[in-house]
């Protein structure tokens, strides 16, 4: 079966090995390089670190190159030790015979999922392509298989694996490939933070039976988040249903508590009429979050102190240059971005939402698009007819998607050969079935909403 990219409304079927992009770059493009073609304004790389091998960071605290790389880690965060010398030496044509010879031996026993915001040595690989959510689900169509290997970060291969079959595995190639913005949030201080809210607001729910507060987390979340949320009565979101699913937490809890992406818990809530005045971040740093008792009353949502790095690098000064250096441009950001940059662009949305409004386009069509360098490269290349560039003029790719190297996609399709599981994610029952309550909650909410993610 030819590799697909998935898109919620179908009209973005495509088969990857068509692009140009893919064709032109294949397994030989090391990094980003100064000047692509695909972003018009691109004339240097965040790190020059970009352009060393993910091993020399994995094994070390911290996210390493590219827009993460000044996010602070947690200690718990996970360490990929020890590449074999022989994946690490390996040339880029040497791999890739290996990856698809190996692909080729495991045949329908394998499917292999690669996120927008991959790199091209890592896409051509895929058997699908898309977001977090519809990759998750796009398994599931490949009856036959028995291993799944989701070229993404670690929330993500742990979604899969609670939504997966029981015998299906799950393998994330490289264990450091996490999100620093799911980070951002853990469990024990959410926990903390669901205490000192119950033991101020109580846990009595008012007369139109809407509990105090009410959990909702972003599917970039860890599958504890989730647990949490289905422990609690809440729900999980993408980017795309937001609004839908916060309409549902309005209507059973008197505030939502939304963790861990602030900016997309704002730019959601405000788009629906809530006030400013009745948004609080809580900090979790802080006793109450930094917050007075009346703010904590008077809050309708709670804003969780999280973000993604890739998206705060997008700003409303990069919007008004590339207005001015290209008029006419449509300005198309995700709403992982502060509320300044999605109140000066043209639309925000999804992944999924980008997707499909560049493949909606008339040709001729121009583009500022503020999401991960990756995807946009790929629109450009797969949409020759368009202008389309990167509203960052400086490549910087999110750090931890980036750790996805083809030496580590080799190495665990080799070892699936032998019959060895290397990387597997796994999530205890007692954390997943309470997750999918959370999961189940927001896709009863389907048709009404579409259920694309990051
Ligand atoms: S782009 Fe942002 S939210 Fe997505 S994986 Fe990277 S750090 Fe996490």
């Given at each position: 079966m030819p590799p697909v990219a998935l898109s919620d409304s179908n009209t973005q079927l495509i088969q990857l090995d068509e692009h140009p992009g893919n064709r032109q770059q294949g397994n030989r493009q090391p990094a980003p390089q100064n000047g692509s073609r695909s972003n018009p304004g691109s004339s240097s790389t965040c790190s020059s670190a970009l352009a060393d091998s993910p091993w020399l960071f994995d094994a070390e605290p911290g996210y390493g190159p590219g827009a993460s790389m000044d996010d602070p880690a947690p200690y718990h965060a996970p360490r990929q030790p020890g590449l074999p010398a022989e994946y690490r030496n390996a040339s880029a044509e040497e791999l890739d015979q290996r990856i698809r010879r190996a692909k080729a031996a495991l045949g329908e026993r394998l499917v292999i999922l690669g996120h927008f915001y991959q790199r091209d040595e890592i896409v051509q690989y895929a058997d699908f392509i898309g977001d977090s959510f519809q990759l998750a689900k796009a398994a599931l169509t490949r009856p036959r298989a028995e291993t799944i290997v989701f070229c993404g970060v670690h929330f993500m291969a742990e979604t899969a694996a609670m939504l997966a079959r029981p015998d299906q595995t799950v393998i994330l190639p490289n264990l450091a490939a996490g999100c620093s913005m799911a980070d951002m949030a853990d469990r024990d201080a959410v926990t903390d933070c669901w205490?000192?809210?119950?033991?101020?607001?109580?846990?009595?729910?008012?007369?139109?039976?809407?509990?105090?507060?009410?959990?909702?987390?972003?599917?970039?979340?860890?599958?504890?988040?989730?647990?949490?949320?289905?422990?609690?009565?809440?729900?999980?979101?993408?980017?795309?249903?937001?609004?839908?699913?916060?309409?549902?937490?309005f209507a059973r809890g008197q505030r939502v508590l939304f963790f861990p992406d602030q900016h997309l818990g704002r730019n959601t809530a405000r788009a629906m009429g809530i006030p400013l005045s009745q948004m609080a971040v809580w900090d979790p740093a802080l006793p109450m979050g930094g917050l007075s008792v009346q703010a904590l009353r008077d809050a309708r949502v709670l804003l969780w102190h999280g973000y993604c790095s890739v998206h705060m690098r997008f700003t409303v000064e990069q919007i008004a240059a590339a207005r001015h250096r290209y008029p006419g441009v449509q300005v198309i950001v995700h709403p992982e971005c502060t509320m300044p940059v999605v109140d000066a662009a043209d639309a925000s949305g999804s992944t999924d939402f980008i997707v499909n409004a560049v493949a909606a386009a008339p040709p001729g069509s121009c583009f500022a698009i503020g999401t991960e360098i990756n995807l946009v490269r790929r629109l450009a290349a797969q949409y020759p007819q368009h202008t389309i560039f990167c509203l960052d003029s400086i490549v910087c790719p999110c750090s931890t998607m980036y750790r996805i190297h083809p030496s580590y996609l080799a190495w665990v399709l080799e070892a699936l050969e032998r019959g060895e599981v290397l990387n597997r994610i796994t999530v205890p029952e007692a954390t997943a079935a309470p997750a999918r309550l959370a999961l189940e909650a927001m896709l009863k909410l389907a048709p009404k909403a579409r259920q694309g993610a990051a």
């Open positions: 205490e000192q809210l119950t033991a101020l607001l109580g846990e009595e729910a008012d007369a139109a039976g809407r509990q105090p507060v009410l959990p909702v987390t972003y599917m970039n979340s860890s599958a504890a988040l989730k647990a949490f949320c289905g422990e609690h009565g809440g729900v999980v979101c993408t980017s795309s249903n937001a609004r839908t699913v916060l309409e549902w937490a």
